[in-house]
């Protein structure tokens, strides 16, 4: 029997339950997954409490990897046995089996594992479109990146290594400050302890940062704008702490010209062309080594309920999935 996590109201992670699934054979375009590994990333929760609200009830998930059980007709790149993964798409990553449309999919590459492909699909896609479409980063430049210990964040700090670009990472305890070191963060400010624009600037001899990549939201949208060079940008990505208030286009000014985008992972990988061109730019980091992801935290399917609770109470450091 296949099992799916669903909920009829948003709140907290009690509106989780795992229920009985029964799944079909995939319509014309489509393709029976069993999964093997699922994503748990931070939209989950936003999904869940109703900060981006859902038509309920509803499944959750948007990231897993699994092996191809059935293919409908015009799905002639796949076949039953094929290992895949997929981020985007309809929501029901969590669950034991799904319909998908095969456009979603990519065929995962022998070296790349159904553990990695979980964790690094959605927060790998994330990095790449951020650090190279978003704002493009050159090497040398210094960059900073709040939350980076956590699951985009790990990816992030290797990334943008790897390319010779040096980062500044904001953590919030000791210990994610050395998980952070240990990946080849430049400088880390613990943003709990320490006056962060003060650091910034002091590091970059009062000049600011060209780019911040802004995850945590409310608690740090002002503090990343005074950590900013003149024309610099404010790449805003989530609400962790809870969604930015309203602005002033005026407030950009006090810092000098600075640009602001809210960017979001579907709008960077909207056609087929982009979803294969930013796997394969994730998949050639992992398959070489300069990216490494493997789970941090890994949780039953029927417990998404504690991963949920782990994951908002900031008690998780890098990729969480779930096994179902
Ligand atoms: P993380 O593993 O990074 O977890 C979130 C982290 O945010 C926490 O570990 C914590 O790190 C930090 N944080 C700071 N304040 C709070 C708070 N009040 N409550 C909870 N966490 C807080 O999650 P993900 O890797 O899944 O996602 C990271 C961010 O990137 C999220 O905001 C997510 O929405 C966003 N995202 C955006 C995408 C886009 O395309 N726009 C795509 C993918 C992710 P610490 O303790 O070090 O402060």
């Known amino acids: 029997m296949s099992h799916s996590i669903v909920f009829s109201e948003s709140g907290s992670p009690d509106v989780l339950r795992l229920a009985p699934a029964q799944v079909g054979q995939p319509a014309a375009g489509e393709v029976r997954l069993r999964h093997t590994a699922i994503g748990v990333n931070f939209i989950d929760i936003y999904q869940r409490s109703g900060l981006y609200p859902l038509p309920l009830p509803s499944g959750l998930g948007s990231e897993a990897a699994g092996v191809v059980e059935a293919v409908g007709e015009g799905v002639d790149w796949l076949r039953s046995g094929d290992r895949v993964a997929y981020a985007g798409g309809p929501l029901g990553a969590y669950s034991s089996q799904r319909l998908i449309s095969a456009q979603h999919l990519v065929k995962l590459p022998d070296e790349i594992g159904d553990e990695t492909a979980a964790c690094a699909m959605l927060q790998g896609m994330t990095v790449e479109y951020l650090v190279q479409r978003t704002y493009p980063v050159q090497p040398g430049q ?16 290797q990334w943008l290594t790897a390319m010779g670009a040096k980062v500044i990472a904001t953590v919030g305890s000791a210990a994610k400050a050395e998980i952070a070191r240990a990946l080849g963060a430049a400088h880390v400010i613990n943003y709990g302890e320490e006056d962060v624009v003060a ?62 985008t809210r960017p979001k992972l579907g709008d960077y990988t909207a056609s087929r062309e982009e979803l294969e061109a930013s796997t394969q730019a994730l998949f050639a980091r992992l398959a070489d080594g300069r990216i490494r992801v493997t789970p941090s935290h890994r949780y039953p399917l029927a417990e998404a309920a504690q991963a949920h609770r782990d994951l908002e109470a900031r008690r998780t450091t890098g990729s969480v999935i779930l096994l179902p």
């Not at 960059?143 to 790990?154: E, I, K, N, S, T």
């Not at 060079?229 to 286009?249: C, I």
């Open 199 to 260: 650091r910034v600037r002091d590091i970059t001899g009062g000049k600011g940062v060209p780019v911040v990549y802004d995850s945590v939201g409310k608690d740090t949208f002002q503090i990343s704008l005074s950590c900013l060079a003149p024309r610099g940008m404010m790449v805003s990505f989530g609400n962790a702490s809870g969604p930015v208030p309203a602005l002033s286009p005026l407030e950009l000014t006090k810092h000098g010209s600075l640009f602001l």
């Open 142 to 157: 210094t960059v900073l990146w709040h939350a980076a210990a956590g699951g985009v964040g790990q990816i992030a700090l």
